[in-house]
Every structure is written in C-alpha cells, then in structure tokens.
C-alpha cells in the first residue's frame, strides 16, 4: 500500500475496509448484500 495513501487515511481518523492484503472475507457481507439488493431491483431479463 502506498505510504501516503496509509498518511491520508491516518490524518482523516478513517479506518481501512481490508485487515490486511489478500485478506477479502472481511468484505464479504456487504458485497453479499448489494449483490442480491441489484438482482432484486433490476429485472435482467427484461434488460436483454
């Protein structure tokens, strides 16, 4: 990750989504649940 990158977050008092590089279960719920929220709102079958 990049040093000023890592600043910039420190500075801002945010929090990094990922534990640490490679590590993408902690991710996993909210790209479950947006996943299924756009199969509920868009009807894919009409699309094509």
């Not at 910039?8 to 640490?20: T, Y």
């Amino acid at each position: 990750m990049n040093i000023s990158f890592i600043r910039l977050i420190n500075d801002k008092k945010l929090r990094q989504s990922m534990l640490r590089k490679g590590s993408c279960w902690d991710n996993t719920p909210q790209e479950s649940f947006f996943g299924h929220m756009k199969d509920e709102i868009f009807d894919f079958d009409t699309i094509q």
